[in-house]
């Protein structure tokens, strides 16, 4: 299994990217997928996440702002961010599970794709 981030950068503050991951295996489509980030100095934190059926829950300080979904034919999941903030500055990872139970860190990663924000 292999998850592979892409579409970081530099951008400034107010700014959009999306990012992207790739994911090889079969079965995609079963998975429940998220993003997680790990700004310098602390730990990784989830960011938003997507069901195998599409529902989707985001961080409370990050909705609005950001937009987790998936093409299952593509076997990508995305993030765009919006209105994004030097805060925002830290490594974006793909993370892959079958498990509902978002409270741990399961399952399948990427490499991360860093974000940075000037302000």
């Known amino acids: 299994v292999q998850l592979v981030e892409s579409g970081g950068g530099l951008v400034q503050a107010g700014g959009s990217l999306t990012l992207s991951c790739a994911a090889s295996?079969?079965?995609?489509?079963?998975?429940?997928m998220g993003w997680y980030r790990q700004a310098p100095g602390e730990q990784r934190r989830l960011v938003a996440r997507?069901?195998?059926?599409?529902?989707?829950n985001y961080v409370d300080s990050l909705k609005g702002r950001f937009i987790i979904s998936r093409d299952n034919a593509k076997n990508k999941v995305y993030l765009q961010m919006n209105s994004l903030k030097p805060e925002d500055t830290a490594v974006y990872f793909c993370?892959?599970?079958?498990?509902?139970?978002?409270?741990?860190?399961?399952?399948?990663w990427g490499q991360g794709t860093l974000v940075t924000v000037s302000s």
């Open positions: 993370n892959k599970r079958v498990t509902t139970d978002w409270s741990r860190e399961y399952g399948y």
């Open positions: 997507i069901s195998s059926g599409g529902s989707t």
């Open positions: 295996g079969s079965g995609f489509s079963r998975y429940n």
